[in-house]
C-alpha cells in the first residue's frame, strides 16, 4: 500500500510538468493560428465596409445591385483586355503588312518600327556600348575555368570578364552587366564563342588583376576566350539611330562625358585604367 502511495506521489509531479511542457511546445502555434485568425477577420471588415461603400454609393446614384456587379466585372475584363487586340484585328495587321510588301510601288525605306521603342528601353550607357562595338567592331572576352584532367569536369569560376565598359566610357562600370544583358535582351548584341582575330587583345586582358584574383584558386585554372559582337539588326540599329561619325568628343567611344581633354578612364577619374567587367 505505502509502495503504491509512493509510486502515485511520484507519477504526480512527473504528470503536471509533461502538461506544463506541452502547454509551453504549443504555444507558438496557437499565437500563430490567433493572428492568422486576426487577419481574416480584418480583411473580411475591410471587405465588408468596401461592398457596403458601393452599394451606398449605387443607391445614391440610383444604379440596381445587379448593375453594379456588371459594371464592376465588365471593367476588371476591359482592363484585362485593353493591351491586347482580338485575333481578327491582328490578323487583319499581319494581312496588310503582306499586302504592303507585295506593292512594289510601297516606300519601304522609313526605319525599322522598333526602333522608337528600342530607344526608350535604353540607358544612356548602353548607347555608349553600342557605339563602341559598331565603331571598334566585336570586343574579347573571358571565362575563367578550372582545368579539369582533359578538360572533364571543368567548372566555371568567372564568366564574361571583358574591359567593354571602360573601353566605351561607362559612367556606371558596376551596370555593365545588367547592360549586356539588356542589349541581348533586345536582339542588339549577342555572345559568341569564338575569339576576335586579333588575339593579342586577350594578352592585354587577361593581365587585369580581376582576372588574376579569379584564377587564383586551389586548383588550376585556365581561360576560354569569347567575343561580344553586334547582331545584324543591332547593326542596323546603330547605323539608324546612333550618330557613329559625330565630330563631337562627347560622341566618341571612351570619351569623358565633362570634357573633351579626358578621352579614357584615368587614374585622375578616380577609375583604374582597363577595369575589367564580368558580363
Not at 80 to 94: F, M, N, S, Y
Not at 116 to 127: F, K, M, S, T
Not at 239 to 257: F, H, K, M, Q, R
Request: negative net charge.
Amino acid at each position: 500500500m505505502n509502495e503504491h502511495r509512493a509510486e502515485e506521489d511520484v507519477a504526480e509531479p512527473a504528470a503536471k510538468a509533461s502538461g506544463e511542457e506541452g502547454l509551453r511546445g504549443a504555444t507558438p502555434a496557437l499565437l500563430r493560428l490567433a493572428a492568422v485568425s486576426g487577419l481574416r477577420t480584418a480583411e473580411w471588415a475591410v471587405r465588408g465596409w468596401i461592398g457596403v461603400g458601393s452599394r451606398l454609393a449605387g443607391a445614391v446614384s440610383g444604379t440596381p445591385p445587379q448593375e453594379q456587379r456588371e459594371t464592376s466585372s465588365d471593367g476588371a475584363e476591359a482592363m484585362r483586355r485593353r493591351d491586347t487586340p482580338p485575333p481578327a484585328a491582328l490578323r487583319e495587321r499581319g494581312a496588310e503588312l503582306l499586302r504592303q510588301s507585295a506593292d512594289v510601288h510601297f516606300d519601304d525605306t522609313d526605319a525599322h518600327p522598333a526602333y522608337a521603342r528600342i530607344l526608350d528601353a535604353l540607358a544612356p550607357d548602353e548607347a555608349r556600348i553600342l557605339r563602341l562595338l559598331a565603331v571598334q567592331g566585336p570586343q574579347p572576352s573571358v571565362d575563367v575555368r578550372t582545368a579539369g584532367f582533359l578538360r572533364i569536369g571543368s567548372e566555371l569560376v568567372a564568366p564574361g570578364l571583358t574591359m567593354i565598359g571602360a573601353e566605351a566610357g561607362c559612367r556606371h562600370l558596376d551596370r555593365v552587366h545588367a547592360y549586356l544583358n539588356n542589349l541581348y535582351r533586345l536582339g542588339l548584341v549577342w555572345f559568341s564563342r569564338e575569339p576576335v582575330t586579333d588575339r593579342q587583345r586577350y594578352q592585354v586582358l587577361e593581365a587585369q588583376p580581376e582576372i588574376a584574383e579569379a584564377m587564383d584558386q586551389p586548383k588550376r585554372t585556365r581561360t576560354v576566350r569569347r567575343s561580344i559582337h553586334l547582331t545584324p539588326f543591332g547593326e542596323d540599329f546603330c547605323d539608324v539611330c546612333l550618330p557613329l561619325g559625330s565630330t563631337d568628343p562627347a560622341a566618341s567611344p571612351g570619351a569623358d562625358e565633362h570634357g573633351p581633354e579626358t578621352e579614357t578612364a584615368s587614374d585622375e577619374q578616380g577609375v583604374e585604367p582597363g577595369s575589367v567587367i564580368r558580363t
